[in-house]
Nanobody, 116 residues
């Protein structure tokens, strides 16, 4: 079983930046990948960014070039740096962790609101 501690988020002005983090604990020996999805009310959850144990990364089209995912392996913590934020980036950002057996667990979510 995996536990999550998510920090960051909140209110950000358009064009601004913020960083959110996600620390996982528990079954970390079987870690495969981690990252974030986001969900806007009434819409489907979509991939924001994901990074694997080898440091590779992938992004949703909207995130590429503006968001950067990184991971501190020693602290089992992932970071999502979000730049040039737009109002349509407003969403709940859910951290996830996928294990080697391809089971995925989800954090409780972090609200990011982009508004003047």
């Amino acid at each position: 079983q995996v536990q999550f501690v998510e920090t960051g988020g909140g209110l950000v002005q358009p064009g601004g930046s913020t960083i959110i983090s996600c620390t996982i604990s528990g079954n970390v020996a079987n870690f495969f990948s981690t990252g974030w999805h986001r969900q806007v009310e009434g819409k489907q959850r979509e991939l924001v960014a994901v990074t694997g144990s080898g440091g590779d990364a992938d992004y949703g089209d909207f995130a590429r070039g503006r968001f950067t995912i990184s991971r501190d392996k020693a602290k089992n913590t992932a970071f999502l740096q979000m730049n040039n934020l737009r109002p349509d980036d407003t969403a709940v950002y859910y951290c996830f962790a996928t294990m080697k057996d391809r089971t995925t667990s989800w954090g409780q979510g972090t609200q990011v609101t982009v508004s003047a």
